[in-house]
């Protein structure tokens, strides 16, 4: 397997650690917390190892400018925007919607990093693709170099970071003598778990992978996953992966829409091991967890923590407001 450039931004590996007050609480015999919110680059949890081979991507292709997509609140677009600056490139955010008239922490904080940020005025999210084309356009005759990152960096380069970490978890999980595990994932735009099934695929690894998809209907959801997994190993060499992903529903009312089932599951992740999960991506996943568990589901489980802690301050500094 030839793997692409890395520019590291984390220091890696991420630990593995045992939950066993949450577990009791859930019923769990055993669950394990794979802390993707401690990668050590500007808060920004799973976005840190795909940028790690995004950033070098744009690197190795002589850009200058990134362009990167998203909404307001988005993790991918604040890390983006630090790891642009570090490494050198001019950063623009193309999000949806417009402006809010109180920004979240995420966009001030791109702010503060030298990005621009660019709002299409509808708010269908959907809507950056077409409009990161034509500013792409823009800039490219007048002379720049731009590198586009889709919302979530969800590619096959982005997904080589997921791949990896396939391979250092299942090494983790052996270490503390563990030989199979059900492994859960928050799914947006699918990268993550792209990249996981990949990798675990390539490996034969003993793991079953479950999404809990928190913007998509979950067919949707688990498509995309497959798609980006094959196009990771194609781009890394490896044989057509086997892709088996369970996906459930984790939407709640809707993308970004509060959620009871989710709060109570960010409270009891809180009070019972002190883990701060964001309402939006981690809390929706644990909500799942909730219910695998009163399924009957009892573990080894790996709950993959991909972060979100500055979405997490930002909740909970508005509800303080409230």
């Not at 890696?12 to 066993?20: G, K």
């Not at 090494?171 to 859960?184: I, R």
């Not at 990268?191 to 949707?220: F, K």
Request: some cysteine; hydrophobic content about 45%.
């Amino acid at each position: 397997m030839s793997l692409p450039d890395r520019f590291v931004l984390g220091p890696l590996p991420t630990p593995l650690v045992p939950a066993p007050r949450l577990a009791s609480v859930l019923g769990l015999d055993e669950l394990l917390i794979k802390r993707d919110d401690l990668t050590g680059f500007s808060f920004g949890g799973n976005k840190v190892r795909k940028l790690e081979f995004l950033i070098a991507d744009a690197r190795a292709r002589d850009a200058d400018t990134i362009l990167v997509m998203g909404g307001p609140k988005s993790n991918l677009c604040r890390t983006t925007a630090e790891a642009a600056r570090v490494a050198g490139l001019a950063c623009e955010l193309i999000l949806y919607g417009d402006r809010p008239s109180v920004p979240p922490f995420n966009l001030l904080l791109a702010e503060t990093a030298n990005a621009t940020c660019r709002f299409t005025g509808s708010d269908d999210r959907g809507s950056v693709d077409g409009f990161a084309e034509r500013r792409a356009g823009e800039l490219t005759e007048a002379g720049r170099k731009v590198y586009l990152i889709p919302r979530g960096g969800a590619t096959a380069v982005g997904a080589v970071g997921y791949h990896l970490a396939a391979r250092e978890v299942v090494g983790q999980l052996g270490a503390l003598g563990f030989d199979s595990a059900t492994v859960l994932v928050g799914v947006g735009s699918g990268g993550t778990l792209g990249g996981l099934a990949s990798g675990v695929s390539e490996l034969d690894a003993p793991l079953e992978l479950v999404g809990a998809s928190v913007s998509r209907d979950p067919d949707a959801a688990a498509a995309q996953v497959v798609s980006i997994a094959e196009q990771c190993s194609e781009l890394l060499g490896a044989s057509r992966p086997a892709v088996d992903v369970k996906m459930i529903d984790a939407r709640g009312p809707g993308y970004g829409k509060p959620w009871d089932k989710a709060q109570a599951a960010l409270e009891s992740a809180r009070t019972t091991e002190g883990l701060v999960l964001d309402p939006i991506y981690t809390a929706k996943t644990a909500a799942v967890l909730v219910e695998l568990a009163a399924a009957g589901l009892r573990g080894p489980v790996v709950f993959w923590h991909t972060g979100g802690m500055v979405t997490a301050i930002d909740a909970i500094g508005r509800e303080g407001d409230a």
